[in-house]
């Protein structure tokens, strides 16, 4: 079946470092690939995504880029502050855009 | 506007009882969905509606059903809870329209199950 793979699952990092986070999917007919980020006890909220006509897409301190050969995309988040410490989630949505499905998640701490 | 909102808030059952999740919404999306949340695992599709009147399984839909009757609501049913049901339940909507397919989430429910 449908299936996201997230890589790691935890990660931690010294504020102003990089830190990056690498998914995996199974479904070639996905198109839409989001990342939504989730602060403890909030509710997920998304922060960039990309279709797969594109090879990569940035936002400030975030981008994120997609192998559609190799059926693998990546969050690449760039001089890392504490208020980016939360649960990153990649995810994977199929043309028509019915059904999305999530990886397992990432929990980012940044140290000060 | 007061975009995606679910009721109640917390929730503790008891074995074999029965419960509903309210989720509404305010932005006129067509599409709806269920969440359960679990520690490692992610979010995993319950049930989720393309307009009013449709239901259809997710990756996870035993043990619960669904209902859509008005197009700003979807309702997710417990007809005999579980522990294994013990989890946190996030409703989403999204638009059919544009260049994205951003889902806005609910607040979250805490359901325990004893």
């Known amino acids: 079946g449908e299936n996201v793979e997230q890589h790691p699952s935890t990660l931690s990092v010294q504020e102003g470092d990089s830190a990056v986070i690498k998914c995996t999917y199974s479904d070639s007919a996905s198109n839409y690939f989001p990342w939504y980020k989730q602060e403890l006890g909030k509710r997920p909220q998304l922060i960039i995504d990309i279709r797969s006509n594109v090879g990569e897409k940035k936002d400030q301190r975030i981008a994120v880029t997609l192998n559609k050969t190799a059926k693998h995309f990546s969050l690449h988040i760039t001089e890392t502050q504490p208020e980016d410490s939360a649960v990153y989630f990649c995810a994977a949505t199929r043309g028509g855009g019915f059904k999305t499905i999530f990886g397992a998640g990432t929990r980012l701490f940044v140290k000060a | 506007n007061a975009g995606v909102t679910q009721t109640p808030k917390f929730r503790v059952l008891k074995t074999g009882q029965s419960m509903t999740l309210l989720c509404a919404q305010d932005?006129?999306?067509?599409?709806m969905y269920w969440y359960r949340q679990d520690p490692g695992m992610g979010l995993r599709l319950i049930h989720y509606s393309v307009g009013e009147g449709t239901t259809a399984k997710g990756e996870v839909p035993d043990g619960y059903n669904v209902s859509r009757l008005k197009k700003q609501n979807f309702l997710l049913g417990l007809e005999s809870a579980a522990p294994s049901q013990t989890s946190v339940y996030f409703c989403?909507?999204?638009?059919?329209?544009?260049?994205?397919?951003?889902?806005?989430f609910g607040p979250g429910t805490r359901l325990t199950v004893t």
């Open positions: 932005m006129n999306h067509e599409y």
């Open positions: 989403a909507s999204r638009l059919t329209t544009g260049n994205s397919y951003e889902q806005y």
